[in-house]
């Protein structure tokens, strides 16, 4: 993503970011502990959503990289409310991963930059861009109410 923005063509979307943080891969127990704390901010409660098996699996087609691990949980809770399952099953996340075209190295090779881009990296670029929009919004909204509390 760095080099992407480093493109000429990016420069007022790069002036506009005020904070970047690069992360590394996480282990198999930060995988685990990293769901279950976005589980409990969800309001989960310490409920078992996530069986076991089917954390392994998402360690294991997201190769611990947080953006794919939220992908794969965010579409396999949807999938798993669609088929009235309380517990998502290491099957529900093989399927997941089969409708994004993720094998058990894709993600590790999301991390290496290449040229040019494929369509998965350019919905990326895309998708953040419509977050960065959002966030924009959200903070001129903040600022108008802000101002006219003032």
Do not use: W
Request: some cysteine.
């Amino acid at each position: 993503m760095e080099q992407k923005l480093k493109q000429p063509q990016l420069r007022q979307l790069r002036q506009r970011l005020t904070l970047r943080a690069k992360t590394h891969p996480l282990s198999m127990d930060e995988t685990k502990a990293y769901i279950a704390q976005r589980l409990r901010i969800a309001g989960a409660n310490g409920q078992a959503i996530f069986n076991p098996e089917a954390v392994t699996a998402i360690h294991r087609y997201a190769s611990g990289i947080p953006r794919v691990v939220n992908l794969l949980c965010e579409h396999c809770l949807v999938s798993a409310f669609v088929d009235q399952q309380k517990i998502v099953a290491p099957e529900v996340v093989e399927a997941v991963a089969r409708d994004f075209d993720l094998s058990d190295n894709t993600a590790s090779a999301a991390m290496t930059p290449s040229v040019p881009a494929t369509t998965a990296e350019k919905f990326d670029l895309v998708e953040a861009l419509r977050t960065l929009a959002t966030l924009a919004d959200r903070l001129r909204e903040s600022e108008q109410d802000r101002e006219r509390k003032l």
